[in-house]
């Protein structure tokens, strides 16, 4: 069965760091791009920013929101991916998805896999 | 960024009838050279994750029920849920994959009325 977990969020307070993890299951993890979407509370949808698999250099892409502060990274010998968030802010207050996603080359097409969600609350 | 603009921000439709929801994007996003749309849909239902729906405008994901149809290319686009059932409950998003910045639509609210 093909599975994504996150772990890591929390209740932190402004200006600090967080790691969030993507641990995944019954696929090939280092075969995909993997991505972060985030919703905060009473809003929608947000795309955050997607790693490539290793056979596109691993780069990665962010929306512009959290270019910056945001970094994504993979661990493809433990089938993990992570958000590191920087200085954090209360806009960043969210539930964080991690998504598996389908590709083509280097581009990013749609998320067909999502995992349950990690909350992450920034306040002081 | 492309901007996508889904209306209406919610719609309460009769058991059985059907649910129309649109979506426009800020410019085109078929690609020209292998007439594609890049356009997905999701379901969102309170307390679960996102489900893909829709990919490449049209085409159904594994298992969605065939009540669930995409349509449109270009710049406007439709979900449509025919025969709603009580479980279609859900806040439905459209997402562009055109460009590498990924965006998705505000989101639709489908209620039973």
């Known amino acids: 069965e093909v599975q994504l977990v996150e772990s890591g969020g929390g209740l932190v307070q402004p200006g600090r760091s967080l790691r969030i993890s993507c641990t995944v299951s019954?696929?090939?993890?280092?075969?995909?791009?993997m991505s972060w979407v985030r919703q905060a509370p009473g809003k929608g949808l947000e795309w955050v920013g997607f790693?490539?698999?290793?056979?596109?250099?691993?780069?990665?892409e962010y929306a512009a929101s959290v270019k910056g502060r945001f970094t994504i990274s993979r661990d493809d010998s433990k089938s993990i991916a992570y958000l590191q968030i920087n200085s954090l802010k209360t806009e960043d207050t969210a539930v964080y998805y991690c998504?598996?996603?389908?590709?083509?080359?280097?581009?990013?097409?749609?998320?067909?896999?999502w995992g349950k969600g990690t909350t992450v609350t920034v306040s002081s | 960024d492309i901007v996508m603009t889904q209306s209406p921000d919610s719609l309460a439709v009769s058991l059985g009838e059907t649910a129309t929801i649109n979506c426009k994007s800020s410019?085109?996003?078929?690609?020209?050279?292998?007439?594609?749309?890049?356009l997905a849909w999701y379901q969102h239902k309170p307390g679960h994750p996102p489900k893909l729906l829709i990919y490449?405008?049209?085409a159904r994901e594994s298992g969605v029920p065939d009540r669930f149809s995409g349509s449109g290319s270009g710049t406007d686009f439709t979900l449509t849920i025919s025969s709603l059932q009580a479980e279609d409950v859900a806040v439905y998003y459209c997402?562009?994959?055109?460009?590498?910045?990924?965006?998705f639509g505000g989101g639709t609210k489908v209620e039973i009325k």
């Open positions: 410019q085109s996003i078929l690609y020209s050279s292998t007439n594609n749309n890049y």
């Open positions: 790693i490539r698999s290793k056979a596109y250099d691993g780069t990665t």
């Open positions: 490449w405008a049209s």
């Open positions: 997402q562009q994959y055109y460009s590498t910045t990924l965006t």
């Open positions: 998504t598996r996603d389908v590709t083509s080359g280097w581009s990013q097409y749609y998320m067909d896999v």
């Open positions: 019954g696929f090939s993890f280092g075969d995909y791009a």
